[in-house]
DNA sequence: AGTTGTGTACTTGTATACAAGTACATTTTA
DNA sequence: TAAAATGTACTTGTATACAAGTACACAACT
């Protein structure tokens, strides 16, 4: 599986590239350890040192390498990156859904049950890109509504990583646990139920359960028989 | 003032540059809604494109600017800016003091203790960029402390701008409200008391609190005459 | 006077060249 | 044989050139 081109659309070569590398590191066909250099990546793309400077720019932002004096080292993402990532996920999407439950959100709920909608038929068409599109679409417009621009800003941070994680981890469910992807579409649907709850312990442990099996399904996914 | 010289050893020109930007957009000499363009910035800096293509990208993750097709249009710092920047930092902090509360915490307790001890010798020196630096270097070090890594990514990605706007504020309470710096030093104090509570809503209230008198400081000394 | 077309000056994205630094391989010396 | 010195091939940071796109000023036309 390449990145999908469909999202590639009206990018910079350098975003492109970023996009290219990012897949191959989240899935683990570039060695953690190993080490990127501008002059080989610009050869591989048949692109200048400039957009690869760029994309690797981005990706150490990311945190999946670090930029050396020589080289730039692939860190990877770890158990405990994906831990991470959900924890600063959980603490960000539970503080706003807290703070939007205090008002009305019928709207903003019957968004959320388009979403879902267009999930089920990404399930049904058998369509793993579309369908993490939509299950990452569901947080993001939770985010948006919260109209909290820095947190959301930091949310953008997480996202390339997160989405790219989440893409090749419902490839994989696509392909081998197709039967529970309806499980999932119901998870996101107590989310809605815990907005409309306007319950502060119940939003928090519905986060807490969904993201523990998001991150649970993300990791297993990614992960190589040999264990990083 | 200049941004520290001191703080721009070992930089590159790109981030030299970004750190003059963003001192000049904080404290209002850059005019929200002006555009830059890298032809400009690369003249009046005496460099090339490359490395103020590099400023700017930086400045636009931290959301000061907005890269656009043609120049970048200047965003600055709103006070709603500056109100969800700390937001942000009570999310994380608080979250990360009442799990670090947790375990025995002597040793951290007793490196922040060195730190408010450098506070108050810049305070004794009046010097603000040491005391600004210090001032945050307090709260890196829990932050550091609690070992999760994509926090302190989220946090170091605030950095930035979070002790451009602190330098600048406290610049100004220097020369205007000397007689309360050491207020700020107490309260830092506060917050080792809280962390040694172990008790979470003592967490809570120290936090929001502390950050509730260093954002109103922050965003008073920020504002010109006629508020944006 | 208003609208349309053309030209110009600007922007950025990308390609390429150069300089300085780094790391390793090879040669020289003791 | 081991250590030191030298050479080479690589890296990145930065400078500069080129192409494509954009926005505005000016001229021509109605």
């Given at each position: 599986?390449?990145?999908p081109?469909?999202?590639l659309t009206?990018?910079?070569i350098?975003?492109k590239?970023a ?21 080989h990546?610009a050869?591989d ?6 957009p ?26 770890s ?14 999407e539970?503080?706003l ?21 267009k ?14 599109y ?14 909290h621009?820095?947190l959301?800003?930091?949310w ?6 997160v989405?790219?994680?989440l ?15 309806q ?14 709850s306007?319950?502060?312990?119940v ?12 991150r649970?399904?993300?990791y ?5 028989e040999?264990?990083?």
């Open positions: 599986m390449n990145y081109t469909s999202w009206s990018m910079s350098g975003e590239i996009c290219e590398v990012r897949l191959k590191i989240i899935r683990g066909d570039i060695a953690v350890g190993s080490v990127l250099s501008e002059n990546l050869k793309f048949g692109a200048s040192r400039s690869v400077r760029d994309a690797l720019r981005v990706l150490a932002n990311e945190g999946l390498i670090r930029l050396e004096r020589m080289g730039a080292v692939v860190l990877g993402l158990k405990k990156d994906i831990e991470e990532l959900y924890d600063v996920r959980i603490l960000i539970t503080h859904l807290k703070t939007l439950s205090k008002t009305d959100q019928t709207s903003l709920s019957q968004e959320l049950s388009k979403v879902i909608d999930m089920t038929m990404a399930m049904e068409h058998r369509n793993p890109i579309d369908f993490s939509q299950d990452l679409l569901f947080h993001e417009l939770i985010v948006i509504e919260s109209k621009e820095r959301l800003r930091v953008y941070s997480l996202k390339p990583v989405l790219t994680a893409l090749v981890a419902t490839a994989k469910r696509f392909e081998v646990d197709y039967d529970e992807i499980l999932l579409i119901d998870k996101h649907k107590l989310i809605i139920d815990a907005l409309l306007q319950d502060d312990h939003i928090e442990r519905t986060l807490l359960e969904h993201f523990q099996d998001t649970t399904t993300v297993d996914s990614l992960m190589k040999d264990l990083q």
